[in-house]
Each structure stands twice: as C-alpha cells, then as structure tokens.
C-alpha cells in the first residue's frame, strides 16, 4: 500500500507533520515499536532536510509485509558532493536555518544510522532523491 | 489484576448522564462513545487522566471510592497524604491541626507521601547517568505512563524504572512499622488521591506485582471531613498529631506542583503539564525532534497535582500556598535521617518493573489485514462529512471509520450518510429514527422540558 505526502519548503512549523501521519500508520498496522522509531527518526531527518534546504518536495511510503519503502523526493539546489553531505558535522545550514535550532549536520548520518538501506541521487541545481528502506522482518538485516 | 483487564476508577452514572457528547469530544485518548444515550468508556482505552469528570455538566462521571469503614479492617491504620491535601488549607491552619483531626476520623498514623521524595530524586540521576537514551521520562504521574503505553509504545524503554513516592513511601513505612512490632497483617495504608489515576495504579498496578498500598481514600472526602471537624473544633483538647511528624524540605513538598521534579534533576529538564500538552510533546520526541535533553517530567493535569480531577481547592490557589509554605520550611533536608538509615533497604525495592506496550492503535494483529483495514478507513472517510458533530456517538469521522472497520458501529449511524440513503429510498424514515433512537437512547427526539436549559430545568 502507498500513503503520499507533500513537503513545503521553508515551514518549519509544518516539519514533522508528514513524519507524524506516517507513524499512526505504522502503529495501526502492529508494526513493533522499535522499527517505527527508526522509520520515523529516518524519515523526519529527510522532512527537515527538504524544509531546510530545498523548495517543495513529495513523500512517497510504500509498505509491503517484508519491508517498507521511503522515498523522499524534492525540487531544490540538489547536493554537490554527497560523500561530503554525508558526514558527521557538515552543513550548509543556513544562519536562519541555524537558529530554529537546525544546521549541526547530523540528520543524513542519523538517517543512515536508522535505516537499513539508505540511497541518495542528485543533480545540482534540480533536486534531491533520498530513498529508504527499512526491513521488517529484522533478520534480513 | 491481569495485564489485559483494566481497573478503571472512573465510572458513568447512568441515571445521571444524559448523552451530551461533552466527556466523548474532551477524551485526549478518544475512549468514549455513546450507546443508548449514555456515555461509556473503553476500558482498554482509558488511561484514567479524569478530563471527561471536569467536563460533564451534570456530575454524571465520578470516581468509584472504597468505603472509608474498610480502614478498621486494621489494626495499624495509616494515611499516606501527598501535600496537596495541605495545600487547600489557608496557612493558618497547621500541618499538626490537620494531622490530628486525621487521627480523630480513626487513622492512628498520617504520614506524607513526598516523605521519600528526595531519597527518589537521588535514585532518579543516578538511574539517568546510565540512561542510554535520553530524555528519560518520569514515572511519577500514573496517566502518562498509561498514556505512553497505549499511544507511544516505542518511548516506553524512556520511563524510568523508579517508583514514585507513593510506592516508595508506601514500603518504606510499613517497614518502618514492623520494626516496630506491628505484624504485617495489622498494617493498612491507604492513600488519599488527588486523581483517579493514583486509584487505577493502587488497583491494576504497572511495573509491579501488587501494590504496597491496601486502599484509596478520595481527598474530596477526607478535605470536606477535615474541614468540618476543624471548623467545630472549639479549644476542645485535640488529640496530639502522633509521632514521625515529619518535616518536609521545600523540594519536598513541591514535589507533586510542576517543576517539582525538573527542577531537582540534572542536565536539561522539562516540566509539562496538562494532557493535551503531554501528547502535543511525545507526538515529536517519538520523531526525534529534540536533541540533548536529559529528563521529563509529564503531569496529566494542569497545574499538575494541585489540578487533580480530586482536589476540590483551586488549583492555583494550592499552588501559590504550597510554595509559600515551603518557603517556611527553608532549611531542612532534602532526605530525612530516618529515611537515610533505610536507603540500604530501599535501594533494594525502589525498581520498576517491566512496562508491558499494549497499543490501541492497532487496527489488526496481522499486518496484511491491518493495511487492507486502514484502505477501508480510507475508503470510508470518502463519504462521510468530515464535520466531526459526534451525531453518530463517535467523537469524530474518522473515529466512526475506525470502529467501522473495527467491527463496533456502522455507516449508517452517520446521520449524513443516513439522508443520502433516504434520498436514493435506500432506508426508510422509520429506520433512520431506529437507528439514532440506538445511539441516543428511546423518547430522546421527543419534546422534553426538563432537560438541561430547556423550559423546567430548575437550575
Ligand atoms: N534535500 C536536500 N537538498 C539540498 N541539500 C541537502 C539536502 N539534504 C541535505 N543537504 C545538504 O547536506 C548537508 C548535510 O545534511 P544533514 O541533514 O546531515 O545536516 P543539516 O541538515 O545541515 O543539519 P541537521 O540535519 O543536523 O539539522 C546539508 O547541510 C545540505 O548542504
Ligand atoms: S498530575 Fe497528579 S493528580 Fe493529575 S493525574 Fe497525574 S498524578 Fe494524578
Ligand atoms: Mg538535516
């Protein structure tokens, strides 16, 4: 089954939002409370990063019984280098992204941390594509 | 008590309640409906935070109370009184005055919960220094705890695993009166209760086997009888107030006002209170949302304890008289010496137990047939209005959605939905009155003047 969300860039009041509705789907479908965590921790990362960063973006969560897909898909400057994106501490952040209290460049290592298959494309100037994927059953790990 | 029973010590007069929807749209865990024109709660559902009891018009929701007779049963009757008790007296009457017209209703022994406060705080940061994750979150509040056990699961390992004052002092007194020579079937502490929530965790205890208590006693009750016997308390010899009068520090007796743990702990603390904020709050921890804070205390009520659906005094009133008495008590120990000398008997009882997830989100046990459920929920919420107006005993659309497919109602109980039918000759006009006749209850479309409002209500 496929749940679709959209991402409004710049709102900081909304992010989250999409990660919420998400959850009460996950809790309603009985799955365990440890694997919801990562999802959402994962997927709330990817809602901030198109708030923060990009101009408008899409949610796309597919659940199957063996696994859940998340892509999340965003109309913005794209990432240039993402092995640099990728580590601990860099962000281009910023100052008024900076004071909403984000900007420590630890949302794609946290993502990366929680989901079990992580995959980013981008083109500069166009956008981003992050997709996720989460097992549910814990020993294809 | 087994884990899939709930006692639950909020009840619904059904002579009282007339079926006005107040309790069902204020419920923050949406456990109400109405059946037969009265309001029932779920009881898997209900975490016990009483909002439903503020908002009902005609007293119809009250909170079930043991007898206070049942306190004779023992030999050794103890009263366990948190401060907000004290706090609903003006300053001019003593913690000694009400003390010993405790002992005149027949308690031979009134000592404070928040007695071991400080010995819990102690124990409550060094269990958060090993914590692996963090915030942790405070046990103290009983509807909270229910609350994360039926709506965030996933932040249950959070809760810290120390009992609240009402435990811990519970077993550090009976304790200290076997010592004494009491056997422990002579024993009996009761608890007066600011809240509803305390009495379910007396009854169906989390993270224990049984309670360290033997019963509840409902502070309305016991204020209104101190009160009495205070006011017709003329220079008559009163009985002494008993020994262990304990003098509380003023962290102590802050304990149960918000802040009253946040300030005591270490690292970056929170106080919130009020349900619906609590909710609004867990709702983003479970995202993530929050980076570096250490520790949470969530209260279920307003103003926390001093707002207990129980404490009959204003709220802020006990609030700003607890902190005034507190400010005379400047001075003494956060943990008393008596308590310290037994930290080696506490430290060995002061854990919780395992907090057993019983989420009531679940649709279906089963994955694949919980997902072809939330497709019918989907599919449902295309006809009904989405206006929320609770005609069909359900708090909001997607609430009559989910029983639906839960098997508990049916569309037609949608009185919109119900027109549809009637305009495609698909239901009779007959049936539709059956229908809301179910819900509501017989005669309650008929003209009736001596409802609330109407023409002889006499209030
Ligand atoms: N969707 C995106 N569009 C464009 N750039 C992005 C996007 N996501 C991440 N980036 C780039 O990668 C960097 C690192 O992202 P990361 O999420 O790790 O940190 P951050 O968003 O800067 O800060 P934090 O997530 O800790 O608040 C960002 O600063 C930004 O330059
Ligand atoms: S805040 Fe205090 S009075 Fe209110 S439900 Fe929780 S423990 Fe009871
Ligand atoms: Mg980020």
Same mark, same amino acid.
């Given at each position: 089954?496929?749940?679709?969300?959209?991402?409004?860039?710049?709102?900081?009041?909304?992010?989250?939002?999409?990660?919420?509705?998400?959850?009460? $789907?996950?809790?309603? /479908?009985?799955?365990?409370?440890?694997? @919801?965590?990562?999802?959402?921790? %994962?997927?709330? &990362? #990817?809602?901030?990063?198109?708030?923060?960063?990009?101009?408008?973006?899409?949610?796309?969560?597919?659940?199957?019984?063996?696994? $859940?897909?998340?892509? /999340?898909?965003?109309?913005?400057?794209? @990432?240039?280098?993402?092995?640099? %994106?990728?580590? &601990? #501490?860099?962000?281009?952040?910023?100052?008024?992204?900076?004071?909403?209290?984000?900007?420590?460049?630890?949302?794609?290592?946290?993502?990366?941390?929680?989901?079990?298959?992580?995959?980013?494309?981008?083109?500069?100037?166009?956008?981003?594509?992050? &997709?996720?994927?989460?097992?549910?059953?814990?020993?294809?790990? | 008590?087994?884990?899939?029973?709930?006692?639950?010590?909020?009840?619904?007069?059904?002579?009282?309640?007339?079926?006005?929807?107040?309790?069902?749209?204020?419920?923050?865990?949406?456990?109400?409906?109405?059946?037969?024109?009265?309001?029932?709660?779920?009881?898997?559902?209900?975490?016990?935070?009483?909002?439903?009891?503020?908002?009902?018009?005609?007293?119809?929701?009250?909170?079930?109370?043991?007898?206070?007779?049942?306190?004779?049963?023992?030999?050794?009757?103890?009263?366990?009184?948190?401060?907000?008790?004290?706090?609903?007296?003006?300053?001019?009457?003593?913690?000694?005055?009400?003390?010993?017209?405790?002992?005149?209703?027949?308690?031979?022994?009134?000592?404070?919960?928040?007695?071991?406060?400080?010995?819990?705080?102690?124990?409550?940061?060094?269990?958060?220094?090993?914590?692996?994750?963090?915030?942790?979150?405070?046990?103290?509040?009983?509807?909270?705890?229910?609350?994360?056990?039926?709506?965030?699961?996933?932040?249950?390992?959070?809760?810290?695993?120390?009992?609240?004052?009402?435990?811990?002092?519970?077993?550090?007194?009976?304790?200290?009166?076997?010592?004494?020579?009491?056997?422990?079937?002579?024993?009996?502490?009761?608890?007066?209760?600011?809240?509803?929530?305390?009495?379910?965790?007396?009854?169906?205890?989390?993270?224990?086997?049984?309670?360290?208590?033997?019963?509840?006693?409902?502070?309305?009750?016991?204020?209104?009888?101190?009160?009495?016997?205070?006011?017709?308390?003329?220079?008559?010899?009163?009985?002494?107030?008993?020994?262990?009068?304990?003098?509380?520090?003023?962290?102590?007796?802050?304990?149960?006002?918000?802040?009253?743990?946040?300030?005591?702990?270490?690292?970056?603390?929170?106080?919130?209170?009020?349900?619906?904020?609590?909710?609004?709050?867990?709702?983003?921890?479970?995202?993530?949302?929050?980076?570096?804070?250490?520790?949470?205390?969530?209260?279920?009520?307003?103003?926390?304890?001093?707002?207990?659906?129980?404490?009959?005094?204003?709220?802020?009133?006990?609030?700003?008289?607890?902190?005034?008495?507190?400010?005379?008590?400047?001075?003494?120990?956060?943990?008393?010496?008596?308590?310290?000398?037994?930290?080696?008997?506490?430290?060995?009882?002061?854990?919780?137990?395992?907090?057993?997830?019983?989420?009531?989100?679940?649709?279906?046990?089963?994955?694949?047939?919980?997902?072809?459920?939330?497709?019918?929920?989907?599919?449902?919420?295309?006809?009904?209005?989405?206006?929320?107006?609770?005609?069909?005993?359900?708090?909001?659309?997607?609430?009559?959605?989910?029983?639906?497919?839960?098997?508990?109602?049916?569309?037609?109980?949608?009185?919109?939905?119900?027109?549809?039918?009637?305009?495609?000759?698909?239901?009779?006009?007959?049936?539709?009155?059956?229908?809301?006749?179910?819900?509501?209850?017989?005669?309650?479309?008929?003209?009736?003047?001596?409802?609330?409002?109407?023409?002889?209500?006499?209030?």
């Amino acid at each position: 089954m496929t749940f679709k969300f959209e991402i409004e860039g710049g709102n900081f009041s909304k992010a989250g939002n999409a990660s919420s509705a998400v959850k009460k $789907i996950l809790k309603q /479908i009985n799955v365990p409370p440890a694997i @919801i965590k990562r999802l959402v921790v %994962a997927l709330y &990362e #990817g809602e901030v990063n198109v708030v923060a960063h990009a101009r408008k973006g899409w949610i796309k969560v597919v659940i199957e019984p063996e696994e $859940i897909f998340v892509n /999340i898909e965003d109309e913005g400057p794209g @990432i240039p280098n993402i092995e640099l %994106a990728m580590q &601990e #501490g860099y962000s281009t952040a910023s100052q008024k992204v900076r004071e909403m209290g984000f900007g420590a460049g630890m949302g794609l290592p946290n993502m990366k941390k929680n989901a079990d298959l992580l995959n980013i494309t981008s083109q500069v100037g166009k956008g981003t594509n992050v &997709e996720i994927i989460i097992f549910l059953n814990q020993s294809h790990k | 008590m087994t884990e899939d029973r709930f006692y639950h010590a909020l009840k619904v007069s059904e002579d009282l309640c007339f079926g006005c929807t107040h309790c069902m749209n204020v419920c923050p865990v949406e456990a109400i409906r109405i059946e037969n024109g009265k309001a029932t709660i779920r009881d898997n559902w209900c975490v016990d935070c009483g909002e439903c009891m503020r908002v009902c018009p005609v007293n119809a929701i009250y909170v079930e109370q043991d007898d206070f007779n049942q306190i004779f049963r023992f030999k050794c009757r103890v009263a366990l009184v948190p401060s907000v008790l004290i706090g609903q007296f003006p300053a001019e009457v003593t913690e000694a005055a009400i003390f010993s017209v405790m002992r005149e209703m027949g308690f031979t022994h009134v000592f404070q919960t928040e007695h071991t406060a400080g010995y819990i705080i102690r124990s409550m940061i060094e269990a958060s220094r090993d914590a692996e994750d963090k915030p942790v979150i405070s046990s103290f509040c009983p509807a909270v705890v229910r609350l994360i056990q039926i709506k965030f699961p996933a932040l249950l390992p959070q809760v810290i695993r120390i009992k609240p004052p009402i435990d811990t002092s519970a077993i550090y007194f009976r304790k200290r009166l076997e010592n004494e020579g009491y056997h422990p079937g002579e024993i009996g502490i009761f608890y007066v209760t600011p809240c509803a929530a305390k009495i379910a965790a007396v009854k169906s205890p989390v993270g224990e086997d049984s309670s360290p208590l033997n019963g509840v006693i409902n502070m309305d009750l016991i204020y209104n009888k101190i009160f009495r016997l205070i006011k017709n308390r003329t220079n008559r010899n009163s009985i002494s107030p008993g020994e262990m009068l304990p003098l509380l520090s003023p962290r102590s007796i802050k304990y149960c006002l918000t802040g009253g743990e946040a300030n005591a702990m270490e690292g970056r603390c929170l106080a919130i209170d009020g349900i619906h904020n609590v909710i609004e709050f867990l709702e983003k921890l479970e995202n993530d949302e929050f980076t570096d804070l250490d520790f949470l205390e969530l209260r279920a009520c307003d103003q926390s304890c001093a707002g207990g659906v129980l404490v009959g005094g204003n709220r802020f009133l006990t609030t700003e008289r607890l902190n005034k008495r507190a400010q005379r008590f400047h001075g003494v120990a956060d943990i008393p010496g008596d308590v310290k000398a037994y930290s080696g008997f506490l430290s060995e009882r002061i854990s919780l137990g395992d907090i057993k997830p019983r989420s009531m989100l679940i649709l279906d046990e089963d994955m694949g047939e919980a997902l072809r459920k939330i497709q019918q929920v989907r599919h449902l919420m295309c006809y009904l209005p989405g206006i929320d107006c609770g005609a069909c005993g359900a708090p909001r659309c997607q609430s009559l959605a989910e029983d639906i497919v839960r098997e508990e109602a049916r569309l037609t109980a949608c009185v919109f939905i119900q027109r549809m039918m009637e305009k495609h000759q698909k239901l009779s006009g007959e049936h539709a009155i059956k229908i809301i006749e179910k819900i509501w209850g017989r005669k309650r479309l008929e003209k009736n003047c001596n409802k609330k409002g109407a023409e002889n209500d006499s209030e």
